[in-house]
């Protein structure tokens, strides 16, 4: 049975939230242009519903020149007429919350595009009333950019304008300029299209990039980052962004008095929670955590931790679990392992993985385990409960802008944005009836089919589902405190405690079986039987290949000896 809450838990669901992010253009097509749409959300909402997560994360669907395929925003309370109408979106937020599915929309406050009427405005001369809402800076003497700051999608971070001659920072592609978040009016601006989407019901946003908003006024010039320098966890190894230290441009101390009246307006929308994306930061784990810290940040930051492409190994996952026990004390982090603009999780871990299939789809199961228990929120991508692989994607069907710029060093996004497959034997896999999606759909992702997977009582989609309607039946993992357990490597432990229950986690990260003594743990059971299979032997258990055991007491409390 699901615990009852009381109204002060409900509005702070954000603190353990199962949210399944939806990338509109590629979950499924509605009017046949092969290109995903609100509608096509609506029709799969059961869908979502069956997986038993509490809200929805949903890309952007505002209007837009499409440059960055929604991520350059040229009106923010419009919606772009490719995804659908207004009237889609309010039927689409009520049939969400009928199915008691809460919608988080992205927002994207860092950069409009260069087509946002702000910005249009804003160039048309130096002295309009916007011309200080983005960041305009007067050239060197030579004529050469104001310092050596660079763009994350490549090339230099400024771009002449000939209309105002001066250049205007660019953080991303020369077509989405950065707003100038230290003028008070675009604050005020922003959070009135926060109250916008906040008045029509929406559960809160997703704020991209949230840690871009402010840059050193002084302008000095990035230093190059030494040899001996390890770049940011998630960080290309091939990025040129990354060949300089980037202390200056973005990252701002500053940044976190803004957080305040953003956090304020939410407290006028009891239930409401802000979702912050942490980009490209030399510490993202520390600095994720300063932005949730207390009751006046935000409340939920994700970063590139788990997306880093590295063996999931014991030393790194219990290195992980400490900097967040020890940075978010009061804030909840978002275990994100996958989103839009990261190679798909399965692609980057099972290379490091032995075994054959079967071992292979034990460690699935084990990650879907793992990123459940642990403490705070956690986000799923779409496709990686069917567990898609990264798609190949030849240079001429490439789409992405960051891909195309730094082809072939740099493959950009494209490889993990590929459509939803629904059905094994339609055509485009179910996703659209058009010739073709606007990306390629992998033949191998035929094979990880919906309509294939909800047939297999044992597959991953399935196992997503079991584990979350499980997870909201556990007290202990939706509001208890985590503690590492000295368990011998490559046993991953901890505890999972509240005062109605206590939870021991334990994960096999190798492709043997293990014997582990319960003996401080007297009447210990298996806490969800039919999901994950361990043999017993008297205090011993055995947890197979990248298994998993979740144990608790007959009583549903485990006292230690």
Known sequence: MIPIQTQSQANDWWRSAAIYQVYPRSFFDSN???I???PGIIQKLDYIASLNVDAVWI??????????FGYDISDYRAIEPMFGTMDDFKTLLAAAHDRHLKILIDQVWNHTSEEHEWFIASRSSKDNPKADWYVWEDAKPDGSP???????FCGSAWEWDETRSQYYLHSFLTSQPDLNWYNPEVQAAILD????WLDMGVDGFRLDVVNFFLH???????????????RPVGAGKNDPFFDL?????FNQPEIIKLLEPIRKLMSEYPGTATLAEISSAEDAMLTSSEYVRGEERL????????????????????????????????????????THDFPRLKTRWQKYQTGDRFTQEAFEHLLAALILALKGSCCIYQGDELGLTEANIPYEQMQDPFGLAGYPSILGRDGCRTPMPWQKEAHQAGFTTAKESWLPIPEEHFAFAVDLQEQRSMSLLNKYRRLLRWRKQQPALLQGDLTLLNTPEPLLGFSRKCDEQHLICLFNLSPEPIHHDLSDYPECVEANESDFTNRRYDNTVEIPAYGVFFGKNKQNKIKRR
Request: charge should be negative; charged fraction near 25%; proline fraction near 9%.
């Open 59 to 68: 890309s952007p669907f505002f209007q837009s020149p499409m440059k960055d």
């Open 36 to 38: 995903g749409d609100l």
């Open 146 to 152: 104001p310092n050596n700051w660079r763009a994350t």
């Open 299 to 338: 409340h939920m930051a994700y970063n590139s931790e788990l997306m880093e492409d590295a063996p999931f190994s014991y030393t790194r996952l219990r290195s992980m679990i400490q900097k967040t026990e020890a940075y978010f004390k009061d804030g909840v982090i978002c275990w994100t392992a996958g």
């Open 216 to 230: 050193d006024r002084s302008l000095k010039d990035n230093p190059v980052r030494p040899p001996e320098m390890p």
């Open 193 to 196: 299209t926060a109250k916008f």
């Open 32 to 34: 046949g242009d092969g």
């Open 245 to 249: 230290h980037n202390i200056h441009n």
